[in-house]
């Protein structure tokens, strides 16, 4: 059965880091392609970042040269670090399969940035 | 980068009605296009990929339709249990450009 466990979301300061994490179970994330999806309270969906199965890594222009995907074939693992976090990056943070179309999601992580 | 409109952004309709939620890409896209429901308060679900194909365990009632920049989302038959926003989503590419929702009500 295809499974994504979002974990690692908290309460952080502005100008402050955190890793989130997305263990996968049922597939292979380094066969796949991986992504990242936000959304902030009340609004919509914010597509972040991908990570392709040969490695590739693209951002959204919000999060460009802050976040950095990646992953950990050993414990089959999606990761995103988040560094100089804002405000505006307060959302609930998911991670998706990519096979034809987003097919498979997790339950959901939440950041909140504020002092 | 591509961007991607639905309309209308909120829609209230009786049950049994025929609904259709457009969505327009800026640029062609061919059929690399996606469909996502969201009730509120849980995780996107997969309705429609590649435009036009229904994924698996999904009501027969949804379909999809559209290629290049026009595309549509119709509920044959509103049921209660549709209630929800409904999002497009760009396929093709990074990056993967949501639309900004359509909230689909009962009357």
């Known amino acids: 059965e295809v499974q994504l466990v979002d974990s690692g979301g908290n309460l952080v300061q502005p100008g402050g880091s955190l890793r989130l994490s997305c263990a996968a179970s049922g597939f292979t994330v380094s066969t796949n392609y991986m992504s990242w999806v936000r959304q902030a309270p009340g609004k919509g969906l914010e597509w972040v970042s991908v990570i392709y199965s040969g490695g590739s890594t693209y951002y959204a222009d919000s999060v460009k040269g802050r976040f950095t995907i990646s992953r950990d074939i050993s414990k089959n693992t999606v990761y995103l670090q988040m560094n100089s976090l804002r405000g505006e990056d307060t959302a609930v943070y998911y991670c998706?399969?990519?096979?034809?179309?987003?097919?498979?999601w997790g339950q959901g992580t939440m950041v909140t940035v504020s002092s | 980068d591509i961007q991607m409109t639905q309309s209308p952004s909120s829609l209230s309709a009786s049950v049994g009605d025929r609904v259709t939620i457009t969505c327009r890409a800026s640029q062609g896209i061919s059929n690399f296009l996606a469909w996502y429901q969201q009730k509120p308060g849980k995780v996107p679900k997969l309705l429609i990929y590649a435009a036009s194909i229904l994924q698996s365990g999904v009501p027969s009632r949804f379909s999809g339709s559209g290629s290049g920049t026009d595309f549509t989302l119709t509920i044959s038959s509103l049921q209660p249990e549709d209630v929800a926003t409904y999002y497009c989503q760009k396929d093709n590419s990074a990056p993967y450009t949501f639309g900004q929702g359509t909230k689909l009500e009962i009357k």
């Open positions: 998706a399969r990519h096979l034809d179309g987003f097919d498979f």
